[in-house]
C-alpha cells in the first residue's frame, strides 16, 4: 500500500540516514507518529497530552503509544494551560506533530498561541530543516490561520497541505546562532543550546526506565537561564581576566522583583556640581529604572566604584503621579552633553522623554499586578496619556538642587504627596507629537491594541534617545502587524528637541521584522570606535534568543545582531533585558544586563497565585550583571561589523 500523501513529503524533507527524535504536541490516538515509526523503526517520540485529570483516558493513551513504540516512548502529561513549557524534555526535535483533532475552542487557540514556544523546540542544524506537521478536523479554517501566519512570516516553507493536515519545513537558522556571542560563554551563566537537550534526553532516559507514561515533576525545568552544562575551570576565567574580561553580580542593590528598563549613566553624581565646578568622577555612576510592568516611579541609586555597587534605596526621579505628564512607562533619560556611556562628562544637564497615546480615560490608577498607582490628588486630576514629552533638568533626581531627594521606599500616596509638597528641577516640559507623528506604524488589532488609538502609536515600547554629533536620535517600537513582530522606528531632531522629523523604520542586516522581535533597541555611542554609535536589543529570532549587538554610522542603517549574550525565549520575548549606556573605565568597557525579567513569561503579567501553580511561568531570581569587555576586543568587533558585507545597505523596510 502506498504511504499517506504527507508521510512521503516528510520523507523528502528529512536527510537520508537520520533516526529522527520524533515529537507531538497534542497527543490524541498517536496516527500520525505511529505512520513516522514504520517509516523510521529507529525513530524516538515524545508526545505532550492534555487530557487533565482523566485518569482512564491517559492510560489508555499510553497503552497505545507502547503498543507502537514499545521502550522507545515517552508520554507527558500537561496542563490547562496547554503549553510545551510544561514538558522541557520535548526538545530537540527532527519533526513536530502538532495535533489540534477534538480540543475545544479554548484548548485549541490555546495550543495555537503557543506554537512559539513549540518551534523553539525544533533540533538546531546547520545546512538542514526540520519538519512541522500539524493537523486538525475538515473544518479546517478552525486551526489554518496559525499555519497561514507560519508561512506568511518565512518561518515555515510548506511542503504541501490537504483538507486536514500540512507539512513545512522549519528554518532554524536564527540571527543569535550565525556567530558566536561577544561574551566568551565561560564568563555567562546562560546554557548551551544543546546542553538543554542533553538534559531533556537523560529525563527522557529516566522516564523510560519508570514507564512510558510520566506526569509533570512539581517543579519542572525550565528553559530559564542556568549554569552551562560542565564547570568552568577557575583557570579558564583566570585567564579571561588578565586579559579584560570579567563578569559580576551588581552588588549593594535591593533589586525589586519587577524592577526594569535600566540605564547607566557614567560621571554622574548624587547632586548636580556647582556651577563652575568640575564634573563628577568617571568612576561616578548613576542607574535608573521603573519599578514595576505599571510603575508607580522611575528611580535611581549612585555608585562611586565604576557600577559594580550601588546605594541600597532608590531616590525619585519621576513620579507617575507628576500633574505636567505622564512620562514614567518608557522613560529616556540622557545628558545634554551627549555623554550618554564612558568616560564620564562635562557635568552638564540631562533631558527625559517620555510618554504613551491612548484612549481617554486610560490613565488608569488604583492596584494592578501587585504595584499601586495612587489616585493622586485625584483620578480625575492624573494627566492623559496625549503622547509624548520632553523635560530638562540639571540633575537626575525629581527634587531641585538643595532639596533633600525623595526616597521611593515610603510608595503609594505617600510618596505622591511628598512630590508634590516640594518643587521639581524637571523644567521646561513641553509637549512633543503623538501617536499621529509622520511616519509612526501601529498595525496592531484591538484585540492586542485595547487602550490604544488604533492605527496611531501607542509608544506601548521602551524608548532610547542618544546625541549622535548635531542631532538628537530618538528610537520606540513599532508594531507592524496585528500582534507580535515587533521592530523599531526612529525619529531625529536637529534643533535640541524643538522638532522632530518623520518616523522611518531602521534597517538591521540579515534581519527581516516579519521572522523574530525586537523587544526595544537601546542606542549609545561606541566608545571603542568614534563616529559610530552601538546598539543593544532584546531579541526573539527564529525561536532563538539572544541579546543582539549591532553598530552603525548614521543611526539609522545597522549591521547584522552579534549575540552579547544567548538567552532562552518565552513565546518571542528574550528573558533577559540588557541596560541603556555603559561605563568605560581604562582600558576596558562595561555592560549591563538585567537578567530574568519578571513578567515576560506571559502576555499577561501572571499572579503569585499562577506562578505557584504553573511553576514553569517564574523565572530565577533577577539580577543584574555587570561584564567587562576589552576596549580593544569591542574595537576590534565594531571594525569587523561595520563592513560592507555585514552591513544593512537595502531599502528600509515599511
Known amino acids: 500500500m502506498d504511504p499517506p500523501p504527507w508521510l512521503s513529503l516528510v520523507s523528502s524533507a528529512l536527510p537520508a540516514g537520520l533516526a529522527p527524535r520524533i515529537c507531538e504536541v497534542n497527543t490524541n490516538d498517536g496516527t500520525f507518529a505511529a505512520a513516522l515509526r514504520r517509516q523510521w523503526p529507529a525513530s524516538t517520540f515524545f508526545g505532550l497530552a492534555f487530557h487533565d485529570e482523566d485518569r482512564q483516558e491517559r492510560k489508555a493513551l499510553v497503552a497505545r503509544v507502547t503498543a507502537t513504540w514499545g521502550a522507545d516512548a515517552v508520554i507527558y502529561f500537561g496542563d490547562k494551560l496547554r503549553t510545551v513549557r510544561a514538558a522541557p524534555p520535548l526538545d530537540d526535535c527532527d519533526v513536530m506533530i502538532v495535533d489540534t483533532h477534538d480540543a475545544a475552542t479554548g484548548a485549541r487557540m490555546a495550543i495555537e498561541a503557543d506554537m512559539p514556544n513549540v518551534l523553539q523546540r525544533m533540533a538546531v542544524a546547520r545546512g538542514r530543516s526540520s519538519v512541522l506537521i500539524m493537523h486538525g478536523t475538515m473544518k479546517r479554517a478552525k486551526w489554518v490561520s496559525a499555519w497561514d501566519e507560519l508561512v506568511q512570516r518565512r518561518l515555515v516553507s510548506s511542503v504541501g497541505c490537504a483538507k486536514s493536515w500540512c507539512v513545512g519545513r522549519v528554518d532554524t537558522d536564527s540571527s543569535c546562532l550565525r556567530r558566536p556571542p561577544l561574551l566568551p560563554t565561560a564568563l555567562t551563566l546562560q546554557p548551551a543550546i544543546r546542553a538543554r537537550s542533553a538534559r531533556g534526553r537523560a529525563h527522557a532516559a529516566a522516564s523510560r526506565e519508570a514507564g512510558a507514561g510520566a506526569d509533570m515533576p512539581a517543579t519542572p525545568a525550565t528553559p530559564a537561564v542556568r549554569s552551562a552544562a560542565g564547570a568552568t575551570s577557575s583557570a579558564t576565567i583566570t585567564?579571561?581576566?588578565?586579559?579584560?574580561?570579567?563578569?559580576?553580580?551588581?552588588?549593594?542593590?535591593?533589586?525589586?522583583?519587577?524592577?526594569?528598563?535600566?540605564?547607566?549613566?557614567?560621571?554622574?553624581?548624587?547632586?548636580?556640581?556647582?556651577?563652575?565646578?568640575?564634573?563628577?568622577p568617571p568612576s561616578h555612576v548613576c542607574l535608573i529604572f521603573k519599578n514595576h510592568v505599571f510603575e508607580s516611579w522611575v528611580g535611581g541609586v549612585t555608585s562611586t566604584d565604576?557600577?559594580?555597587?550601588?546605594?541600597?534605596?532608590?531616590?525619585?526621579?519621576?513620579?507617575?503621579?507628576?500633574?505636567?505628564?505622564?512620562?514614567?512607562?518608557?522613560?529616556?533619560?540622557?545628558?545634554?552633553?551627549?555623554?550618554?556611556?564612558?568616560?564620564?562628562?562635562?557635568?552638564?544637564?540631562?533631558?527625559?522623554?517620555?510618554?504613551?497615546?491612548?484612549?481617554?480615560?486610560?490613565?488608569?490608577?488604583?492596584?494592578?499586578?501587585?504595584?499601586?498607582?495612587?489616585?493622586?490628588?485625584?483620578?480625575?486630576?492624573?494627566?492623559?496619556?496625549?503622547?509624548?514629552?520632553?523635560?530638562?533638568?540639571?540633575?537626575?533626581?525629581?527634587?531641585?538642587?538643595g532639596t533633600a531627594p525623595i526616597s521611593t521606599g515610603a510608595g503609594g500616596e505617600e510618596l505622591a504627596r511628598a512630590s508634590t509638597s516640594v518643587p521639581t528641577q524637571w523644567l521646561e516640559a513641553r509637549w512633543l507629537f503623538n501617536g499621529t507623528h509622520a511616519g509612526c506604524v501601529e498595525r496592531r488589532s484591538r484585540f492586542y491594541a485595547s487602550m490604544a488609538h488604533l492605527h496611531t502609536c501607542e509608544?506601548?515600547?521602551?524608548?532610547?534617545?542618544?546625541?549622535?554629533?548635531?542631532?538628537?536620535?530618538?528610537?520606540?517600537?513599532?508594531?507592524?502587524?496585528?500582534?507580535?513582530?515587533?521592530?523599531?522606528?526612529?525619529?531625529?531632531?536637529?534643533?535640541?528637541?524643538?522638532?522632530?522629523?518623520?518616523?522611518?523604520?531602521?534597517?538591521?542586516?540579515?534581519?527581516?521584522?516579519?521572522?523574530?522581535?525586537?523587544?526595544?533597541?537601546?542606542?549609545?555611542?561606541?566608545?571603542?570606535?568614534?563616529?559610530?554609535?552601538?546598539?543593544?536589543?532584546?531579541?526573539?529570532?527564529?525561536?532563538?534568543?539572544?541579546?543582539?549587538?549591532?553598530?552603525?554610522?548614521?543611526?539609522?542603517?545597522?549591521?547584522?545582531?552579534?549575540?552579547?549574550?544567548?538567552?532562552?525565549?518565552?513565546?518571542?520575548?528574550?528573558?533577559?533585558?540588557?541596560?541603556?549606556?555603559?561605563?568605560?573605565?581604562?582600558?576596558?568597557?562595561?555592560?549591563?544586563?538585567?537578567?530574568?525579567?519578571?513578567?515576560?513569561?506571559?502576555?499577561?503579567?501572571p499572579t503569585a497565585m499562577q506562578m505557584a501553580a504553573f511553576p514553569y511561568l517564574k523565572l530565577p531570581r533577577p539580577r543584574l550583571m555587570r561584564h567587562t569587555v576589552p576596549l580593544e576586543a569591542l574595537r576590534s568587533w565594531t571594525l569587523s561589523a561595520l563592513r560592507p558585507e555585514n552591513m544593512s545597505t537595502g531599502p528600509l523596510p515599511t
Open 239 to 280: 585567564a579571561l581576566a588578565a586579559a579584560g574580561w570579567h563578569s559580576e553580580e551588581v552588588s549593594g542593590l535591593r533589586l525589586g522583583m519587577w524592577w526594569r528598563y535600566f540605564t547607566v549613566l557614567q560621571g554622574c553624581s548624587r547632586e548636580p556640581p556647582a556651577v563652575g565646578a568640575p564634573a563628577p
Open 306 to 401: 565604576s557600577g559594580r555597587s550601588f546605594d541600597a534605596e532608590p531616590s525619585l526621579v519621576l513620579p507617575a503621579t507628576w500633574a505636567t505628564a505622564r512620562m514614567t512607562h518608557n522613560l529616556a533619560i540622557a545628558r545634554t552633553d551627549g555623554a550618554d556611556g564612558g568616560g564620564g562628562g562635562s557635568g552638564g544637564g540631562y533631558l527625559i522623554i517620555g510618554g504613551q497615546f491612548k484612549l481617554a480615560g486610560a490613565a488608569r490608577c488604583g492596584r494592578r499586578s501587585g504595584n499601586e498607582v495612587p489616585c493622586y490628588p485625584s483620578k480625575a486630576a492624573l494627566p492623559p496619556y496625549n503622547g509624548l514629552w520632553m523635560a530638562r533638568g540639571r540633575s537626575w533626581r525629581y527634587t531641585a538642587p
Open 459 to 605: 509608544f506601548d515600547g521602551r524608548l532610547s534617545l542618544v546625541r549622535f554629533g548635531h542631532r538628537l536620535l530618538l528610537y520606540a517600537r513599532t508594531n507592524p502587524a496585528t500582534h507580535g513582530q515587533r521592530y523599531v522606528q526612529m525619529t531625529a531632531s536637529d534643533d535640541g528637541g524643538r522638532t522632530w522629523g518623520r518616523f522611518s523604520f531602521i534597517s538591521i542586516g540579515e534581519y527581516d521584522y516579519a521572522q523574530g522581535d525586537v523587544y526595544f533597541f537601546v542606542v549609545m555611542s561606541n566608545p571603542a570606535h568614534a563616529g559610530s554609535l552601538l546598539a543593544l536589543f532584546p531579541l526573539a529570532h527564529k525561536f532563538r534568543g539572544c541579546l543582539g549587538l549591532a553598530a552603525s554610522t548614521d543611526g539609522m542603517h545597522w549591521s547584522a545582531p552579534t549575540p552579547l549574550l544567548r538567552c532562552a525565549v518565552h513565546g518571542e520575548r528574550a528573558v533577559h533585558h540588557p541596560a541603556q549606556g555603559l561605563v568605560v573605565e581604562g582600558s576596558s568597557v562595561a555592560f549591563y544586563v538585567h537578567e530574568n525579567v519578571a513578567g515576560i513569561t506571559s502576555d499577561h503579567t
